[in-house]
């Protein structure tokens, strides 16, 4: 008796486990274990659509643009409205070509040809003492209506020392008034208009 009941509960159990197996066995196949393998792959792809994602690249050639906007910009500078050289002695031997002023007589004279691209007014010739804070305008030595082209101001004058003493003022077409030391160059004593602004009292 105890063998037959021993023999029921064992097959019992035995179809309690076999009706289990199928139940486990059908999530295997219907699982959406595939599924998620599927999203990690379908990730990657997007990370690949970032590096696409790098057309701030070409916007380097694009600071190249200001680069050209600058020669513009160095074009517009013109040549100096008044240029200083030495007087050509044949231009000397015309003295109706020219008008002159004469600061020195000495043997230092040196005479100084101011020639104008367009009409400049109101010219002054004034020294220029300098102090720690600059050139100050000194005492007017002589004055010109105008400077036209074609016909050059010769001043004759001297050049003691290093730092030059005296100026150039002008109004230009504009009526902008400009300040400029006669100054012999230290290099290959060329003459030079230098403009300053004189200390102002």
Same mark, same amino acid.
């Given at each position: 008796?105890?063998?037959?009941?021993? @023999?029921?509960?064992?097959?019992?159990?035995?179809?309690?486990?076999?009706?289990?197996? =199928?139940?486990? *066995?059908?999530?295997?196949?219907?699982? !959406?274990?595939?599924?998620?393998?599927?999203?990690?792959?379908? /990730?990657?792809?997007?990370?690949?659509?970032?590096?696409?994602? /790098?057309? =701030?690249? #070409? !916007? #380097?050639?694009?600071?190249?643009? #200001?680069?050209? *906007? /600058? =020669?513009? +910009?160095? !074009?517009?500078?013109?040549?100096?409205?008044?240029? &200083? $050289?030495? +007087? $050509?002695?044949?231009?000397?031997?015309?003295?109706?070509?020219?008008?002159?002023?004469?600061? $020195?007589?000495?043997?230092?004279?040196?005479?100084?040809?101011?020639?104008?691209?367009? !009409?400049?007014?109101?010219?002054?010739?004034?020294?220029?003492?300098?102090?720690?804070?600059?050139?100050? @305008?000194? +005492?007017?030595?002589? /004055?010109? $209506?105008?400077?036209?082209?074609?016909?050059?101001?010769?001043? &004759?004058?001297?050049?003691?020392?290093?730092? #030059?003493?005296?100026?150039?003022?002008?109004?230009?077409?504009?009526?902008?008034?400009?300040?400029?030391?006669i100054s012999?160059?230290?290099?290959?004593g060329s003459?030079?208009?230098?403009?300053?602004? =004189?200390?102002?009292?």
């Amino acid at each position: 008796m105890k063998r037959f009941f021993t @023999l029921l509960l064992s097959l019992g159990l035995a179809l309690a486990l076999a009706a289990c197996g =199928p139940v486990e *066995e059908s999530p295997a196949p219907s699982g !959406t274990a595939p599924s998620p393998v599927g999203s990690v792959q379908s /990730t990657p792809p997007p990370e690949e659509s970032q590096p696409s994602e /790098t057309p =701030p690249e #070409p !916007t #380097p050639p694009q600071d190249s643009q #200001p680069p050209e *906007e /600058t =020669p513009p +910009a160095e !074009t517009e500078d013109s040549e100096p409205v008044v240029s &200083a $050289d030495y +007087a $050509d002695p044949d231009l000397l031997a015309r003295p109706e070509d020219y008008d002159l002023l004469v600061l $020195d007589e000495s043997e230092y004279r040196v005479d100084v040809a101011i020639t104008a691209t367009e !009409t400049v007014t109101d010219i002054q010739v004034v020294s220029i003492p300098m102090d720690d804070m600059g050139f100050r @305008l000194g +005492a007017v030595l002589g /004055t010109l $209506d105008a400077i036209t082209p074609g016909r050059p101001f010769v001043v &004759a004058m001297a050049f003691p020392g290093d730092m #030059p003493n005296t100026a150039l003022v002008f109004t230009d077409s504009a009526g902008a008034v400009h300040y400029c030391a006669i100054s012999m160059s230290g290099k290959d004593g060329s003459l030079l208009l230098t403009p300053f602004e =004189p200390v102002q009292d």
